[in-house]
């Protein structure tokens, strides 16, 4: 069973070595991984079959409730917004008001899951689906289902945009200098979201790429997740080096180490990422989960 060689395959399994790696530093030797690689197979085996934002949640909760997509099937340890969300939608079976909309709760769960989705977005609506407004409506629906306040949607829109110009062929640094004035640029035009563009200050400094570590954080904050996770790929040349730098940083790795993988594994390829863990048995259900998201055409690019 091989795998094939594409953005989604890349980015799923450098995010679930980088989640690995982060169980590993927390002293878990075996090759197990947390919430955050199983909620993006869950995002990868609803979009597989379109977009269905009942289905995607309806995934979330067989994983939140029936541990699926987990190595040993065990229900697993969540963020306190994404279990209040998922508890919320539980109760009340409303998609549109599950995730919070509080200040205090812009956390990074949404952003750790979102790669298959802005991979699915670029294939169906185009390379310009950043300035589409059904596009990015749904990236923001989907991000929602448990972070919904503006600044965590702005973070994911960044994200999103960051990864379109690497899929499009820009280096690191053109995709994010491109992608920074994508997000001024749209989100000005909102103004909840205009009222929270202040929070990317940081990142938008000319010489963000040259501060020094002492200077991030790995937390469960969403806009320091995001700028520790593009400081460290900026200031890496390797899959292994992000993975190592991000481990570095302040603070708690496995809030970043996932999503570092996930984007180096994107900007490096299939030949970086380490991959002996999949030669197991225990984990052909997951390889097949990403042949059938391949077969499906849904995060292919059309040439036409």
Do not use: C
Request: aromatic letters at 8%; glycine letters at 6%.
């Amino acid at each position: 069973m091989t795998l094939p060689d594409n953005s989604l395959v890349n980015s799923t399994l450098g995010l679930i070595n980088g989640d690995i790696f982060a169980q590993q530093l927390a002293g878990n030797t075996d090759d197990v991984w947390g919430a955050d690689s199983a909620l993006t197979l869950a995002t990868v085996a609803s979009l597989t079959h379109g977009y269905n934002l009942q289905d995607i949640m309806s995934k979330f909760e067989d994983w939140y409730v029936n541990g699926a997509y987990t190595v040993d099937g065990k229900p697993q340890s969540i963020g306190r917004v994404s279990r209040l969300a998922f508890e919320h939608y539980r109760a009340n079976h409303d998609l549109y008001a599950s995730g919070s909309r509080l200040a205090t709760d812009n956390t990074n769960g949404a952003l750790m899951r979102i790669t298959p989705l802005v991979i699915y977005l670029e294939a169906q609506y185009g390379q310009d689906f950043v300035i589409d407004d059904p596009a990015m409506l749904i990236l923001h629906q989907v991000s929602g289902l448990t972070h919904n306040h503006p600044r965590s949607l702005i973070a994911v829109g960044l994200y999103a945009m960051i990864i379109n110009r690497l899929l499009s062929g820009h280096r690191l640094l053109e995709a994010i200098d491109a992608a920074i004035g994508m997000a001024y640029e749209y989100y000005a035009n909102f103004s909840s979201f205009a009222a929270e563009l202040p929070a990317l200050e940081r990142l938008n400094k000319p010489d963000f790429a040259n501060m020094p570590i002492d200077d991030l954080i790995s937390s469960e904050d969403i806009i320091q997740s995001l700028e520790a996770v593009i400081w460290v790929l900026v200031n890496s040349d390797s899959y292994q080096a992000a993975l190592t730098l991000a481990s570095q940083v302040a603070g708690d790795p496995s809030q970043i180490l996932a999503l570092v993988g996930a984007v180096a594994g994107i900007i490096y390829g299939h030949e970086q990422l380490p991959k002996s863990w999949l030669n197991d048995s225990e984990y052909a259900e997951i390889k097949q989960l990403l042949i059938d998201a391949s077969d499906s055409g849904n995060f292919t690019l059309s040439e036409a």
